[in-house]
């Protein structure tokens, strides 16, 4: 069964880092791209990224380029979302999900990161 | 950049027929696109509709489909149900690794 497992909620204060994580498995998480995708509260879904385990090419919206990195781990068949600097307006739930045919078939739990003083 | 424009809100009665559209704000949306529908509802993940343009994912009823009208991609629900109120988004692949997400659309089913 594929499944994609993210970390745990997260609260920070603006300026902290983070990195929160989604692990793959079921599948051969080299041969599949993984995307991270941004859902502030109330809003909808925002595409951050992308990542190819296999060899580490990572894709960035123009929005979110230079705001976060994506990384991978493919040896625990891991992708990563990083910040160095958190911002309160970095406050959403985060999703990873895995592409297939230029699509979007498996999806992880979310993970909620709230950022407050 | 390119913006990818969902109507904001639709309703449609029980047992009735709603096409939600997904288009671009500069130009038309073709197969090229490769097209894909998410239903998602409060507090829970995205789930997956429709791939490239018409392809039903695994345990979508078949009252949900997918195809180009016009220019424009578009999410048909025959036979609506009271549980497809949910939020749809569309995403529309624009090469070189980039996908861009629709706004969404909220679909009211009373």
């Known amino acids: 069964e594929v499944q994609l497992v993210q970390s745990g909620p997260e609260v920070k204060k603006p300026g902290e880092s983070l990195k929160i994580s989604c692990k793959g498995s079921?599948?051969?998480?080299?041969?599949?791209?993984i995307a991270w995708v941004r859902q502030m509260p109330g809003k909808g879904l925002e595409w951050m990224g992308i990542i190819n385990p296999g060899d580490s090419d990572t894709r960035y919206s123009p929005s979110f380029q230079g705001q976060v990195s994506i990384s991978a781990d493919r040896s625990i068949s891991t992708a990563y979302l990083q910040w160095s600097s958190l911002k309160a307006s970095d406050t959403a739930f985060y999703y990873c999900a895995r592409r297939e045919k230029y699509a979007y078939d498996y999806w992880g739990q979310g993970t909620l990161v709230t950022v407050s003083s | 950049q390119t913006v990818v424009t969902q109507e904001p809100s639709f309703s449609v009665s029980p047992g009735g027929t709603v096409t939600l559209t997904c288009g671009l704000s500069s130009g038309s949306v073709s197969t090229s696109y490769y097209p894909s529908w998410y239903q998602q509802t409060p507090g829970q993940a995205p789930r997956t509709l429709i791939y490239t343009t018409n392809t039903r994912s695994s345990g979508v009823p078949d009252r949900f489909s997918g195809s180009i009208l016009g220019n424009k991609a578009a999410l048909t629900i025959t036979g609506a149900q009271a549980d497809d109120e949910s939020d749809y988004y569309c995403v529309l692949y624009m090469g070189r690794g980039i996908s861009v997400f629709g706004g969404g659309t909220k679909l009211t089913v009373l």
């Open positions: 079921g599948f051969s998480f080299t041969n599949n791209w």
